[in-house]
Each structure stands twice: as C-alpha cells, then as structure tokens.
C-alpha cells in the first residue's frame, strides 16, 4: 500500500504562483510513476503533469507546458508540482497518484493510489 498527502494549495491571484507538495510513505516508490491530476468545477479529472519512475523524466499537458514544473526528490518520497504563472482555468482539486506499471500513462484509471487532493483557486 502506498498512502499519498498532498500540500501546497489555496488561493493566488492570476499570474501568481503556488507549489503543491506529495509526500508518499508505506512501501518504496522510487519505481512508481507520480502524476499530478486535476478536476476544475464541473469537469472531469485531467492529466496535468507526470515524473516518471526510477528516471524522473518529466511530461506535461499542453495546457501547462511552460508554466508547471514537476520534480520529485527520490530520499525524501516527494513529488512537487511549481506552478507559475497561473491562469482562472487552472482552479481546481489537485490530485496527485501513483501507478506502479512499467509504462507510464496520461490516463487516470492506471494509477493505483490517489491522494486526498488539495484545492487551488485562482482569482482573475
């Protein structure tokens, strides 16, 4: 089992920035891929940044390339996502996730565990 805590959220004016922390415990997770997700009012949840296993190589959506920044520290369990730059459109509930296959994905219904999640609301 791999439990997931996520921190970092609250409210920031547009052009603003906020960093969201994921502390992982329960079993190692150097090998799992971390993603960060996220479901804005009324939508449904999206991929929006991953770190992948053992490498830590980045991906991102298209509609954060250029103002998110995802890291993770390896020692200390935790995935970070840097978010600059923010925009009305990236209020929502962000999640972070763990899946532990061998290949990464964009899609949600792969990762195994899922954080509680932490609001991050942008005034325009």
């Known amino acids: 089992q791999v439990q997931l805590v996520e921190s970092g959220g609250g409210l920031v004016q547009a052009g603003g920035s906020l960093r969201l922390s994921c502390a992982a415990s329960g079993r190692s997770i150097s090998s799992y891929h971390l993603g960060w997700f996220r479901q804005g009012p009324g939508m449904d949840r999206e991929f929006v940044a991953v770190a992948k296993g053992n490498s830590g190589a980045e991906w991102y959506a298209d509609s954060v390339k250029g103002r998110f920044t995802v890291s993770r520290d390896f020692s200390k369990s935790t995935v970070y996502l840097q978010m600059d730059n923010l925009e009305s459109g990236d209020t929502a509930v962000y999640y972070c996730?763990?899946?532990?296959?061998?290949?990464?994905?964009?899609?949600?219904?792969?990762?195994?565990?899922w954080g509680q999640g932490t609001q991050v609301t942008v005034s325009s």
């Open positions: 996730a763990a899946d532990g296959d061998r290949r990464w994905s964009l899609d949600a219904a792969r990762y195994e565990y």
